[in-house]
């Protein structure tokens, strides 16, 4: 008979225990619900926003990566102003946000139905972080039609932040536009 020192039991308990943990996140990866059929129209291009093209294919997603205490995102600038590049008036609050308030639109994933909605997550970029209020949902399923600004679904991975939080990151002129950030729940 084999006998184990009470370290290398938990030793490979521990082991264990990480490799599940590892197959439980993989398990949870977000793929793909389907492709949406784009159609194009008005679409406002304030910010550089991307218009929607006739005929072409666009993913679709009902999920976004689990959120940890340093999820990976794309942050993308959005104006949550009345006739900016947004659309309509926010999904937490039916209203308009200044594009001088800390806010964000998470995608459909981590926006959660709403569970997110008027809380504050903190946003990394740069060696630098911020508080934002999620007041709207940047719809990774749903595009290509009048709602929606012509514009595409979200891709599952995104924080579309106010002009007020990509300056209080201190990034400005020619960076904004997308940048990889961390975020978590404050």
């Known amino acids: 008979m084999t006998m184990y020192s009470s370290e290398g039991v938990a030793g490979l308990v521990f082991m264990?225990?990480?490799?599940?943990?590892?197959?439980?996140?993989?398990m949870q990866?977000?793929?793909?619900?389907?492709?949406l059929n784009?159609?194009?129209?008005?679409?406002?291009?304030?910010?550089?926003?991307?218009?929607?093209?006739?005929?072409?294919?666009?993913?679709?997603?009902k999920c976004s990566p689990p959120v940890t205490d340093k999820t990976r995102a794309?942050?993308?600038?959005?104006?949550?102003?009345?006739?900016?590049?947004g659309g309509g008036e926010s999904a937490c609050d039916s209203r308009?946000?200044?594009d001088k308030e800390l806010v964000v639109a998470l995608s459909s994933g981590w926006f959660d139905d709403g569970s997110r909605c008027n809380k504050k997550?903190?946003?990394?970029?740069?060696?630098?972080?911020?508080?934002?209020?999620?007041?709207?949902?940047?719809?990774?399923v749903n595009?290509?039609?009048?709602?929606?600004?012509?514009?595409?679904?979200?891709?599952?991975?995104i924080v579309d932040a106010s002009p007020a939080v990509w300056k209080a990151l201190g990034i400005t002129g020619e960076d904004v536009g997308e940048l990889d950030i961390t975020w978590t729940d404050a």
Do not use: W
């Open 74 to 85: 794309t942050m993308t600038i959005n104006s949550f102003d009345e006739g900016g590049d």
């Open 16 to 26: 264990v225990l990480l490799l599940l943990a590892n197959i439980n996140l993989s």
């Open 143 to 157: 595009g290509c039609d009048e709602e929606h600004d012509f514009q595409p679904p979200c891709r599952n991975n």
């Open 96 to 98: 308009f946000h200044s």
């Open 121 to 140: 997550i903190r946003i990394n970029a740069k060696g630098k972080s911020v508080l934002a209020k999620v007041v709207d949902e940047c719809d990774s």
């Open 29 to 35: 990866a977000c793929n793909s619900s389907g492709f």
């Open 38 to 61: 784009g159609k194009s129209g008005s679409c406002n291009t304030d910010l550089n926003a991307e218009c929607c093209k006739s005929g072409e294919k666009y993913p679709q997603f």
